[in-house]
């Protein structure tokens, strides 16, 4: 299986602060990486597909970039209704696998 | 807008199976891979298997041994069983739409509809 390793596990920021999380494939994947957020108690919600494709709905806030196997998840102005875990996940082969997630949290 | 909603029992005893099933609301139920996706408490998300409106089945080799998904296409419906749980099989079990867009010999695959996920616990 192919490891996807998120970095920082936790971030505090501030409404308004830029915040970029990183994600690490054990193998290169070329652009076969999405972004999702959860938030308690609900299911994951998907931001960004093919490394950079922002999903329909999804606030332009969001950015994905990379390729290969390093990746990028910016959210140029954070939003209070954006404070949540944040996962990659490989599309690249089977079975798909998900980073063990990102925590925004208020600063 | 497509809905999924699913059920099944919560609370097993070790060795028992596990039997979900998730019904599809809106949407075309062809054009798309139905999945299970679990999360064990305070945990990350891990991908179990899939299965189209055909009954072709992709799982993850680490449950193959003891997973099943099946699908009732006439019911818009499709199931999960895992069989011989034990405490490493307690989480939340989400049903899922899977998309899948070609791209060269490959495909992007990503989750964009997802139930409301059932807690399933083993304990004796």
């Known amino acids: 299986d192919i490891q996807m390793t998120q970095s920082p596990s936790s971030l505090s920021a501030s409404v308004g602060d830029r915040v970029t999380i990183t994600c690490r494939a054990s193998?290169?994947?070329?652009?076969?990486l999405n972004w999702y957020q959860q938030k308690p108690g609900k299911a994951p919600k998907v931001l960004i597909y093919a490394a950079s494709s922002l999903q329909s709905g999804v606030p332009s806030r969001f950015s994905g970039s990379g390729s290969g196997t390093d990746f990028t998840l910016t959210i140029s102005s954070l939003q209070p209704d954006d404070f949540a875990i944040y996962y990659c996940q490989q599309s690249y082969s089977t079975p798909p696998t998900f980073g063990q997630g990102t925590k925004v949290e208020i600063k | 807008q497509v809905q999924l909603q699913q059920w099944g029992a919560g609370l097993l005893k070790p060795s028992e199976t596990l039997s979900l099933t998730c019904i599809v609301y809106?949407?075309?139920?062809?054009?798309?891979?139905w999945s299970w996706i679990r999360q064990p408490p305070g945990k990350g998300l891990e991908w179990i298997g899939e299965i189209n409106h055909s009954g072709s089945t992709n799982y993850n080799p680490s449950l193959k041994s003891r997973v099943t998904i099946s699908v009732d296409t006439s019911k818009n419906q499709f199931s999960l069983k895992l069989s011989s749980v034990t405490a490493a099989d307690t989480a939340v079990y989400y049903c899922?739409?899977?998309?899948?867009?070609?791209?060269?010999?490959?495909?992007?695959?990503?989750?964009?509809?997802w139930g409301k996920g059932t807690t399933v616990t083993v304990s004796s």
């Open positions: 899922a739409r899977g998309v899948r867009i070609s791209h060269s010999v490959y495909y992007y695959y990503y989750i964009d509809v």
């Open positions: 193998q290169t994947i070329s652009n076969y």
């Open positions: 809106g949407g075309s139920f062809s054009d798309y891979y």
